[in-house]
């Protein structure tokens, strides 16, 4: 990718289990690494987006007990995320040489520095 002069990479969450090696990877050949999972931007990655999973299981609760009391699945509304969380890591973005604009900080749900 670095050859070809890509500057970021987006890696689906099922490459989790090698975080630390693309982390590292993606650092040495100065591309920016997003995850969906917190964790990674913890581990190194430049940023992280995921849906807000507490939100969602509290959602899916309701589900579950609208079935239980007789609901038939099919009849249920078919819903999407609506909050997502953004974790931005500083120490990364300074590894870059990226500088993120104040609006971005301020959105980030949580910031590693």
């Not at 579950?64 to 974790?87: C, D, M, N, S, Y």
Request: glycine share 6%.
């Amino acid at each position: 990718m670095a050859r070809v002069g890509a500057q970021a990479v987006i890696v689906q969450d099922h490459f989790d289990p090698h975080r630390a090696v693309l982390v590292e990877l993606a650092i040495k050949h100065k591309l920016a690494y997003m995850s969906g999972t917190k964790e990674t931007a913890a581990a190194g990655a430049l940023v992280s987006l995921s849906p807000d999973w507490s939100g969602l299981y509290q959602r899916a609760a309701v589900y579950v007990e609208r079935i239980l009391k007789g609901a038939k699945p099919e009849t249920l509304p078919v819903e999407q995320a609506t909050k997502f969380q953004l974790v931005l890591n500083l120490k990364t973005a300074k590894a870059l040489g990226l500088k993120p604009p104040p609006s971005l900080l301020a959105q980030a749900d949580e910031i590693v520095e």
